[in-house]
């Protein structure tokens, strides 16, 4: 079987070289990094659990017209996805006050704003990706002003479906993070949904209980991440829900 070229290698995944023009083969790792990776672990299973929710987000948000790089699930760790220019951007929506926003405006945890925030970061772990306004992201010229207009719509729509969908489940959508990429039609550039939604680009929590069931649950060391994980995705019917997470098997002499 012929090796595969590798594209690039970030944090929880690995792009590949596709089957054809203008694809990739997006792998999921199971490495858990925090605080712009001065936190590592490898949490097994946790790859698997991301492509087969990651797969359930970008499929429902298709359905309701948001369009999205993914293609298919290709098996437990692979999706096939169409290559996009990723815009330097991290776009991150806030229904409540958690993480970096609390702490940064001294705001209680868990208070509910009072409209959904959206943000922006500038992708850089060396500089510990920085919040960033729209007069810098268009100055600089990672996106025009249509673009960021798309683009606000785009996260406040995504958040509509995955509020939705959570509060169904009894899970609050705390806050998520996504990415954007174009495409290019003839001459006219496209919006697409790219990289993942998963726990790990989400804050989830119980609504009854308030437990953790994101990567929150690594960075405080509040228990075990793949049973979160797996949690979630037990709720959504992505998993039967009566799957246990097994540790691998031990060799006996």
Request: aromatic share 8%; charged share 30%; hydrophobic share 40%.
């Amino acid at each position: 079987m012929a090796r595969r070229k590798k594209i690039y290698e970030g944090k929880a995944k690995i792009l590949y070289e596709g089957p054809e023009p203008g694809t990739l083969v997006q792998y999921f790792k199971d490495d858990a990094t925090a605080f712009n990776a001065e936190k590592r672990a490898v949490i097994e299973g946790k790859g698997v659990l991301n492509n087969r929710l990651s797969e359930f987000f970008m499929t429902g948000l298709g359905q309701i017209g948001i369009p999205t790089h993914f293609i298919r699930r290709l098996n437990m760790r692979e999706q096939l996805i169409r290559q996009v220019e990723i815009i330097p951007l991290e776009i991150i929506v806030r229904n409540v006050a958690a993480g970096s926003m609390a702490k940064r405006l001294g705001i209680e945890e868990g208070t509910q704003l009072p409209r959904p925030i959206v943000e922006f970061s500038y992708k850089d772990d060396a500089l510990g990706d920085p919040l960033v306004p729209e007069e810098y992201i268009i100055a600089f010229g990672w996106a025009s002003q249509q673009d960021m207009d798309d683009i606000v719509s785009l996260a406040l729509r995504v958040n509509d479906w995955m509020s939705g969908v959570m509060y169904g489940v009894g899970i609050k959508l705390v806050d998520f993070k996504i990415e954007v990429g174009r495409v290019w039609d003839n001459e006219f550039p496209r919006l697409l949904l790219a990289d993942e939604i998963s726990p790990d680009s989400c804050r989830l929590w119980d609504i009854e209980t308030g437990q953790k069931l994101d990567k929150d649950v690594f960075r405080r060391d509040l228990g075990n991440l793949t049973d979160a994980y797996t949690e979630v995705a037990k709720r959504l019917g992505v998993m039967p829900s009566n799957v246990t997470h097994r540790p691998k098997p031990t060799l006996i002499n």
